[in-house]
């Protein structure tokens, strides 16, 4: 029981660490924040100075001029679809780390993905019962 609590202690001792071990990143942090300062500043003094005018600050738009206001409301059909994209191009992204290591998986692996499949294939069913994708 002593030689157990003597290495305890031995072994906390090593593993403990002072504020002296962190020196060295407090230095490389300092250097990198101040690297960042430094840039900032000299960007600043040397960099161009433009003016800033009317038609500089007008919204560009391929060419084509501005024409009434930029926050009229349309339909929310475009975020569903948009969002709906998003989810199953991100799913389908997870099959192809699948498709590359398809012999490695075996037979779990293919079973797995028909597990993931399906559940997609549910998530497409449920999107069509819920006319998500109807444009009236």
Sequence with gaps: MLKQLYLLKIY???ASSTPIDYFPIIIQLLIA???VALTMIITHLVGPKRKTT???LTAFESGIEVVGNARQPFSIKYFVVAILFVLFDVEVI??????V???EFGVNGLIEMFIFMGTLLLGFIYI???KALEWD
């Design 12 to 14: 906390t001792m090593e």
């Design 33 to 35: 924040l101040g690297f």
């Design 54 to 56: 009317d038609v500089k």
């Design 94 to 99: 997870f099959m192809y780390p699948w498709a």
């Design 101 to 103: 290591n398809f012999r």
């Design 128 to 130: 069509l019962k819920k």
